[in-house]
């Protein structure tokens, strides 16, 4: 969401502003009182999570309970991930949660955006889209209770599915091994959708309606208008609701935690869910952080590529 | 123009969507209403209005503290992010020093790692230290989460401050500090309200660090309160629905309330732009 707000903003200033400063900084004295006033964000930074995220890696290459002496392991801990069943398949279900998280959302809103292009110019749209939005707000904890009582074998889906006579369809949904992770999945389509949509509506009220025009006279039937002007404008929109929505998938934790811990067997075990078990649980530290470096490692380079797949000037 | 067909579609489908958003919370709220004698295991729609489940959850789920440790805690963190980010953000767009966009970039790192990458060793250290359990375990860790994005965010928008504005500041004789306080400070009102809402609803909203770092009943946030909660009550889901609710109102309460601010912050934002 923060990015949300902020990304479009960032990429959007004059392309003169940076050039500037080197410039000038050539000429200028160093000013020191600068690094006194990053100072105390950087103490807190380096001493909670930077100087954690090295011990993290260095963790990672030992055999570590936690309690007792540890010892070396060298990779041991990162062959275990390839090797170990359960680790590879938290590693699958990330990227099928992928599609439920980031693929479904984007592609339906982006197929509602063609519909609605002038939508941010109808008279309270901003209360829809407060609506739309509320999803990201409320706690993972709250949305994870709430899908739990409709997904129960007596919960609102079941019963639905009854009273149209599909009882045969009706099962424990979070509870039966084929059901359960794209059961979840659909929690996080739910939840993202929502932010996809504001991401795009407000997009396409920033592209030029001179665009539309243009395209109008250039007799351009709306299929044609939707990949000419509308997808082209929301790249940078796009983008970002990637991005968001990938991570999202990635660290799912809290939401795994709530409603299935992984289960049933290990149908919705997902990595962020195996660090935080292995470490606190079953007391394996060091395959935790080996896990917990594996992941942040995918997240960078996926984040990497999204935004390398797109390439537009951004100064930071 | 719009067309009214065209009207009528679009409203249509912010109708639908909205509504899918909403269906599952409105089953919440519904069943919290529902009187507990007629709660069964799911959703319930209620004959009569019954607030019950609100003081049943209230009491036997000690959320009076819980709520108090949550409030404790993202106010700290709220406070603490935002002044901290101010001068950062301050130092990283006005003054010229080597290694500031290094330094600059090294906090962006904040923004990609997962809080999973960085728990564990924190509560080794934390423990060592003997701050598990309290709530500096939870105010610092998440300040620094935080901060990441807050020096992000202020960088930008005392960046997009005209030139002009910093230069009548600096005739008129004014100081770093005074230009900082006096001047971008209030300017960037919209955008400190913004990141304030941002950090205060990721603080509250946070499970995994409370998870992990209290095992003391009494300092457990409000969303961990309701997990442990939600273990103890599996059949009676309107208590448990109405435990949700008192978790979820605070930040949707302030979303609500500050959704103005909120918008007007993007749009301002991407004018300037």
């Given at each position: 969401m923060a990015a949300t707000a902020h990304r479009p903003t960032a990429r959007k200033r004059p392309a003169g502003a940076p050039t500037r400063e080197p410039v000038r900084r050539r000429g200028r004295v160093v000013q020191w009182k600068g690094y006194l006033y990053a100072l105390p964000a950087l103490i807190v930074l380096t001493v909670f999570l930077l100087v954690p995220l090295g011990q993290l890696v260095q963790i990672s290459l030992f055999h570590w309970d936690g309690i007792s002496v540890s010892t070396w392991a060298g990779f041991d801990n990162y062959t275990e991930i390839a090797r170990d069943p359960r680790l590879r398949a938290g590693f699958l279900h990330s990227f099928i949660l992928i599609l439920f998280f980031s693929v479904i959302p984007i592609a339906l809103a982006l197929m509602l955006a063609a519909v609605t292009t002038r939508a941010g110019r109808l008279r309270g749209v901003s209360v829809f889209r407060a609506m739309i939005f509320l999803p990201q707000v409320v706690a993972m904890v709250v949305t994870a209770t709430a899908w739990t009582a409709i997904y129960a074998p007596d919960g609102v889906l079941n019963t639905a599915l009854r009273a149209i006579g599909l009882e045969s369809v009706a099962r424990p949904w979070l509870g039966d091994f084929s059901t359960a992770l794209p059961a979840v999945g659909l929690i996080g389509t739910w939840l993202e959708i929502g932010l996809c949509l504001v991401l795009f509506v407000a997009g396409i009220g920033q592209i030029p309606a001179e665009l539309y025009e243009a395209a109008k006279l250039d007799g351009a039937g709306p299929v044609r208008e939707f990949f000419a002007v509308t997808l082209p404008g929301l790249r940078g929109q796009i983008t970002v609701a990637l991005t968001l929505t990938v991570i999202a998938a990635l660290r799912t934790f809290d939401l795994v935690y709530v409603a299935t811990h992984g289960g049933p067997g290990n149908a919705t075990s997902l990595p962020a869910y195996e660090v935080y078990n292995r470490a606190f649980g079953t007391g394996q530290v060091g395959s935790a952080c080996a896990i917990a470096v594996t992941l942040t490692a995918v997240i960078l380079l996926l984040t990497f590529l999204i935004t390398k797949v797109q390439p537009q000037e951004d100064q930071t | 123009?719009?067309?009214?067909?065209?009207?009528?579609?679009?409203?249509?489908?912010?109708?639908?969507?909205?509504?899918?958003?909403?269906?599952?919370?409105?089953?919440?709220?519904?069943?919290?209403?529902?009187?507990?004698?007629?709660?069964?295991?799911?959703?319930?729609?209620?004959?009569?209005?019954?607030?019950?489940?609100?003081?049943?959850?209230?009491?036997?789920?000690?959320?009076?503290?819980?709520?108090?440790?949550?409030?404790?805690?993202?106010?700290?963190?709220?406070?603490?992010?935002?002044?901290?980010?101010?001068?950062?953000?301050?130092?990283?767009?006005?003054?010229?020093?080597?290694?500031?966009?290094?330094?600059?970039?090294?906090?962006?790192?904040?923004?990609?790692?997962?809080?999973?990458?960085?728990?564990?060793?924190?509560?080794?250290?934390?423990?060592?230290?003997?701050?598990?359990?309290?709530?500096?375990?939870?105010?610092?860790?998440?300040?620094?989460?935080?901060?990441?994005?807050?020096?992000?965010?202020?960088?930008?928008?005392?960046?997009?401050?005209?030139?002009?504005?910093?230069?009548?500041?600096?005739?008129?004789?004014?100081?770093?500090?005074?230009?900082?306080?006096?001047?971008?400070?209030?300017?960037?009102?919209?955008?400190?309200?913004?990141?304030?809402?941002?950090?205060?609803?990721?603080?509250?909203?946070?499970?995994?660090?409370?998870?992990?770092?209290?095992?003391?009943?009494?300092?457990?946030?409000?969303?961990?309160?309701?997990?442990?909660?939600?273990?103890?009550?599996?059949?009676?889901?309107?208590?448990?629905?109405?435990?949700?609710?008192?978790?979820?109102?605070?930040?949707?309460a302030s979303y609500v309330f500050l959704q103005r601010h909120f918008i007007s912050g993007m749009l301002s934002g991407a004018v300037k732009g």
């Open positions: - | 123009m719009i067309s009214a067909r065209e009207r009528v579609l679009n409203y249509a489908i912010l109708t639908l969507f909205a509504a899918l958003a909403l269906l599952p919370l409105i089953g919440v709220v519904s069943s919290a209403l529902t009187p507990a004698a007629e709660s069964g295991p799911s959703f319930t729609w209620p004959r009569h209005l019954d607030l019950g489940n609100f003081g049943t959850a209230w009491r036997q789920g000690h959320f009076a503290t819980y709520l108090t440790s949550s409030l404790l805690v993202a106010v700290s963190v709220v406070v603490l992010t935002a002044v901290l980010a101010i001068l950062a953000g301050f130092s990283f767009a006005h003054f010229d020093y080597p290694g500031r966009s290094a330094l600059f970039y090294i906090t962006l790192i904040g923004l990609m790692v997962p809080p999973e990458a960085f728990v564990i060793p924190l509560y080794f250290n934390l423990r060592d230290t003997g701050l598990t359990d309290s709530y500096w375990s939870l105010i610092l860790p998440q300040t620094a989460q935080s901060l990441a994005f807050g020096v992000f965010w202020m960088r930008n928008f005392f960046r997009s401050v005209p030139v002009s504005v910093i230069e009548a500041a600096r005739l008129d004789g004014a100081s770093d500090w005074r230009l900082l306080w006096r001047i971008l400070v209030p300017t960037s009102r919209p955008a400190l309200l913004t990141m304030a809402m941002l950090v205060f609803m990721w603080t509250w909203n946070e499970f995994l660090l409370p998870l992990v770092m209290i095992t003391d009943e009494s300092k457990r946030t409000a969303p961990l309160g309701l997990a442990f909660f939600q273990s103890e009550h599996t059949t009676q889901y309107s208590v448990l629905a109405a435990a949700s609710i008192i978790v979820a109102l605070p930040v949707v």
